[in-house]
């Protein structure tokens, strides 16, 4: 299904993130109607539910029932594996450049093929419940070193299990959605008492995250060798943070305020079968994990990942972080099998975010903690402003595709603008 010398009718330009082996899910609305479920290619969306409506998107493996004319992925994401890539296999036979029956048919064509310019994208599902996972290494290892000093970098438990914590669904955004900068409260290390207003201290961090298929019941926990099964596919993740909001609330419990304001996620989910010609060994675990978390087979994927900051006064976007996805110490089964090992449920469309990615080099730190080290070291942009934080009307951009023998499969951007506090 991956092979490199596959074309669709469809034209596909050479830099694009959407051949037709890669065919990700969405949800997206016309200029006028409802909201769809789609897959993209080149620069066209392909509508589902008008496939389904026509006959030629009946899935055998869930008997033939309706599964895209619904206005969000979760039917699709909670029927399982062999629906999942039983629809790949239709939507392949019936996008290629030799396959008659959608490239013949005018009508359809027409009806179900949309330019990416003449729609909106949405929120791929109902995203019920979000974990957001600290599973790299170099970043853990920069925070703590920056909060604790370096012979006290990890906690204890760090390199033991996949350290997470339960985040708020309902401010997970679609890209392009701008977010206000937040206020809370903060507190110096001078100051004899906290004060509230807007953060000083905004910034992005640099994830993936994958959405949850069919799921698991209450008390039955799901294998990482199970991990396939319930996984549905992979996005981009801006997980904002406020880190002076952060830094006074944290303790004991962890996130807040600071954390909440606002999610941004990738449109396009890219599933495990497109990524799979990608896949690659994580960093060594010493020590070994516990028999639970153990793994028999590589389930790290080659995500070239970039982030780019465009300030107000800027004409175009300038880098300021290049990373990859191979660099978690945890990976997504580890994450989903310490997840549910206690018996805890997950259902179709839950978010599970890997945490920062950081690279083991300053250029690939994905925050600006990092990048600019707490504020000690400003980057540079190229027209003279310098940045220790996010300012009011900076746009962070992030980018993650796989390239390799001339096949490139990718995930889009992911952006977003910081707006002013609201006064009101």
């Not at 048919?105 to 599902?125: G, H, Q, S, W, Y």
Request: with cysteine; charged share 20%; aromatic share 8%.
């Amino acid at each position: 299904m991956n092979s490199t010398a596959m074309k669709s009718f469809i034209d596909v330009p050479p830099d694009s993130h959407f051949p037709i082996q890669n065919l990700p899910f969405g949800v997206f609305r016309r200029q006028t109607g409802d909201a769809s479920v789609g897959t993209a290619i080149g620069n066209h969306v392909v509508d589902l539910r008008a496939l389904e409506a026509a006959n030629l998107l009946r899935l055998k493996a869930v008997n033939g029932r309706d599964l895209f004319a619904h206005p969000s992925l979760n039917a699709f994401m909670g029927a399982g594996r062999a629906a999942w890539r039983e629809a790949r296999q239709i939507l392949t036979l019936l996008l290629r450049e030799d396959h008659t029956t959608l490239r013949d048919n005018r009508k359809l064509r027409d009806a179900a093929i949309v330019p990416f310019d003449e729609v909106t994208m949405l929120l791929p599902c109902q995203i019920g419940d979000y974990t957001d996972f600290y599973s790299s290494l170099e970043h853990a290892t920069n925070v703590g070193t920056m909060f604790r000093g370096k012979d006290n970098a990890l906690m204890p438990n760090w390199l033991h299990l996949p350290v997470g914590y339960h985040g708020r669904s309902s401010s997970i955004v679609i890209s392009g959605t701008d977010l206000h900068r937040p206020h809370g409260q903060t507190k110096s290390d001078d100051a004899p008492a906290p004060s509230f207003g807007p953060s000083r201290n905004v910034d992005f961090e640099l994830e993936m995250g994958f959405f949850v298929g069919p799921g698991n019941e209450l008390g039955r926990p799901i294998p990482t060798t199970a991990a396939r099964d319930h996984i549905f596919g992979l996005v981009l993740v801006n997980d904002w943070s406020a880190r002076d909001i952060q830094k006074w609330e944290y303790v004991p419990l962890g996130p807040f305020l600071a954390k909440n304001f606002g999610t941004s996620i990738s449109p396009w989910i890219v599933t495990l079968d497109a990524l799979e010609p990608f896949i690659c060994p994580g960093p060594r675990q010493d020590p070994p994990p516990l028999p639970y978390l153990k793994m028999d087979e590589p389930f790290s994927f080659d995500v070239q990942l970039e982030v780019s900051l465009q300030s107000e006064k800027m004409s175009a976007p300038h880098v300021v972080c290049r990373s990859n996805f191979r660099h978690l110490y945890w990976n997504m089964a580890q994450q989903l099998a310490h997840h549910t090992v206690n018996g805890c449920n997950t259902r179709p469309g839950d978010l599970l975010a890997s945490g920062t990615i950081s690279g083991p080099t300053p250029d690939s730190y994905g925050s600006m903690l990092e990048l600019a080290w707490m504020r000690t070291r400003p980057i540079e942009l190229p027209n003279g402003e310098t940045r220790v934080a996010i300012n009011d009307g900076d746009r962070i951009t992030m980018t993650g595709f796989c390239e390799r023998e001339g096949l490139r499969i990718g995930f889009g951007g992911v952006t977003g603008q910081i707006l002013p506090a609201r006064t009101g």
